[in-house]
């Protein structure tokens, strides 16, 4: 029984042992300038990040960028789904779709505006930010740019939002839809802030199609279009 124990223990600490060895690997292969360079893991990494806001988000400030792809389509709210559910119920589901089109609508106007703002992220990484992302998590370098970005993109967006619900004549659909829902009996007054929904919803979308394109990047070897990033990626496979 003795003899069987210490052949487990020492099975489980050669495992331990060639796992600290395999991590010590990657980290000198980070940190050693020889193997790939610290500029190039940066610069790899900036080029992914700058490929998939160009590719993913830049594709959200299309005409029905938001409404068209389901992983980021704006629903309504909430505290307006039985707004959305009694106006069926009365035939007047039309008014309520036209609606939603119009939040999304809005959102792919704000949108356009991230990329300069993102971009400006991405190219102000250091070195240590690039060696915390490569190692990370899959996501995390959404997580940096959210981190780095959400701030200033709220403010960005929110007055644009704001302008659009008025250009586009959405206040006037969305006042139109809840004078008619307030005014059925027996249901309670609603007037939620859309300017703020819509805002949030929007930047959640961003860095939602940040997030895909990274885990494609990270999990995809097909997805490295370049030397760079193939060789850069290589060291967190």
Partial sequence: IIMKKTLVFG????????????????????????????????????????????????????????????????????????????????????????????????????????????????????FEDAKKILLGENDAATTYLKTKTQTELYQKFEPIVKNNFEKIGADKIWKNLIQKYNQIPLTSQVNPNLTDYVTSEALKGVYQMIELEEKEIRTNIKSRSTDVLRRVFALQD
């Fill in 11 to 126: 099975t489980i600490y050669l495992l331990f042992l060639a796992s600290c060895a395999e991590l010590q690997k990657v980290s000198e292969g980070i940190m050693t300038t020889d193997v790939i360079g610290q500029e190039k893991i940066a610069d790899g990494l900036q080029q992914a990040l700058i490929n998939g806001v160009n590719k993913k988000v830049s594709s959200l400030s299309k005409d029905n960028g938001f409404y068209s792809n389901e992983l980021v389509r704006i629903q309504l709210p909430e505290e307006l789904s039985k707004v959305e559910n009694t106006l069926k119920s009365i035939g007047l589901g039309s008014l309520t779709e036209k609606a939603t089109k119009k939040l999304n609508e809005t959102a792919a106007k704000a949108v356009g505006e991230a990329t300069p703002i993102v971009l400006k992220a991405i190219q102000d990484m250091s």
